[in-house]
């Protein structure tokens, strides 16, 4: 039995995750962006129309890759090179997401890969630090931290 605690999720979880099929992971995460865009919660703003983008859960073995096309998320079906790619574990996401940790703390303690287009990744960073959060989302945030 090993002394220290590990909290993340097991190693087998993300053996799995890396063999689901990259259309398959897309599909479900862009769901949820959409979800997002059509409450407004999430416009992406007009410097993103065209561009690319994957994001992995690095404790999870998932990535998902997806294009904003007129405003609107969409799934990308292919394992191919995105213009800005973003890793994370899950936790630090989620972080993130909530609005508990900024970007910039999680890249400069190196629990934030970023990698590609360094403009593109300056003007999303912008993007989600200035997006205003769900009300749910916030009483989320106070109740967990």
């Not at 409450?39 to 690095?58: C, H």
């Not at 590609?116 to 200035?130: F, M, P, Q, R, S």
């Amino acid at each position: 039995m090993s002394s220290a605690l590990n909290l993340g999720p097991p190693a087998w979880l993300a053996r799995v995750g890396r063999r689901l099929p990259a259309p398959f992971v897309s599909l479900h995460f862009v769901a949820g962006l959409e979800l997002s865009r059509r409450l407004n919660w999430l416009q992406p703003p007009a410097e993103l129309d065209g561009r690319s983008f994957a994001i992995t859960i690095e404790d999870l073995g998932l990535r998902s890759a997806f294009t904003v096309r007129g405003g609107a998320f969409r799934p990308a079906w292919d394992r191919a090179t995105c213009d800005l790619e973003l890793g994370a574990k899950l936790a630090d996401l989620i972080s993130l997401v909530r609005g508990q940790t900024d970007a910039d703390t999680l890249f400069f303690q190196r629990r934030l890969r970023i990698s590609g287009d360094t403009e593109l990744g300056l003007i999303v960073k912008n993007w989600l630090d200035a997006a205003p959060r769900p009300a749910w989302l916030e009483r989320l945030r106070g109740a967990g931290g």
